[in-house]
């Protein structure tokens, strides 16, 4: 088989799966397999599929028609400069969670070793591409899961970034500091909002990394703790939750509270500054 038709083929499985993009998803595959780019795929249209590719191929069409995500299926996922391993005990970094970091840097952009902790590690998403991006950053992911620790210690290997990695649970309190940053994308996703979810998200990734009741709070409370003047916390919140984030912030006595919006422009990312005791 051709991989043009290949491509036709596996898009029309896709779609009759429901899959949201399935052209798009049918080209990475099918380049997947090929072991091309996207770009390269387009001009070898004509190339054939061995027997080996085709068994290959045939295997992950099967798994993305059962609407597992694209990142378990390819078994990787890209986050801002780096390609992380991703499977189904963490979370798939998210794009809105590049805007995270991006707070993140600026916070810290004028210090040359900063003390940062990212609390829900998973993956070791932020605290990776923190550790990648302000070289002098000195990074430690927290979670409760051990499998998310393992999947977090293969990408600091597989990266070569330096991470300090604990299991610990965030509604105890957070480690010692003091930090320079606390960062942290924690589960938001109500119990009850978890039927609408899609598919994707619902039926495969982990439910601990996605419902989680009051997380934002204890870790905003945590920060209290580790926190000296000043210094900021950043959290990730649910589209439609940051008002109600920066008022308990406020409540809690954090100053120069600001939002960012993701790329799709919605409130994503809260951040605030520990304020001087009285
Ligand atoms: C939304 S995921 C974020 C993963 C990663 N930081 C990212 O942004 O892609 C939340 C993470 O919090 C972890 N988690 C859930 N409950 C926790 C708890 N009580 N204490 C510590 N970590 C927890 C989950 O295991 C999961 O890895």
Do not use: Q
């Not at 491509?7 to 091309?36: F, Y």
């Not at 798939?92 to 900063?114: F, M, N, W």
């Not at 109500?190 to 009741?213: F, T």
Request: aromatic share 4%.
């Amino acid at each position: 088989m051709k991989a043009k038709r290949a491509l036709a083929e596996t898009s029309e499985r896709l779609a009759t799966a429901g899959c949201e993009s399935p052209r798009v998803d049918a080209e990475i595959l099918v380049s997947h397999v090929l072991g091309l780019s996207r770009s390269e795929l387009a001009r070898e249209a004509s190339r054939k599929l061995s027997t080996a590719e085709a068994k290959t191929l045939e295997r992950l069409v099967a798994r993305r028609e059962g609407r597992e995500p694209m990142a378990y299926v390819l078994a990787e996922w890209g986050f801002r400069r780096l390609t992380l391993a991703v499977d189904r005990r963490v979370l798939v970094p998210r794009p809105e969670t590049e805007t995270v970091v991006e707070r993140c840097l600026a916070r810290i952009s004028g210090l040359a070793e900063p003390h940062v902790l990212d609390v829900g590690t998973g993956s070791g998403a932020i605290a990776l591409a923190i550790a990648d991006e302000h070289p002098g950053a000195r990074v430690t992911g927290i979670d409760a899961s051990p499998g998310a620790l393992e999947v977090a210690g293969a990408n600091a290997l597989r990266t070569g970034l330096e991470i300090a990695l604990r299991e610990w649970d965030l509604f105890t309190g957070l480690p010692d500091g003091p930090w320079d940053l606390v960062v942290s994308n924690p589960p938001y996703v109500l119990p009850e909002e978890v039927e609408k979810l899609a598919p994707e998200v619902r039926d495969w990734e982990p439910r601990e990394a996605l419902v989680g009741v009051g997380a934002t709070e204890a870790v905003a409370r945590g920060g209290l703790d580790v926190l000296p003047p000043g210094r900021a916390l950043v959290l990730e919140v649910a589209a439609g939750a940051s008002a109600r984030v920066v008022a308990m912030l406020a409540g809690l006595g954090y100053g120069d509270i600001t939002t960012t919006r993701d790329l799709a422009g919605r409130d994503r990312v809260v951040e605030a500054a520990a304020a001087p005791a009285d």
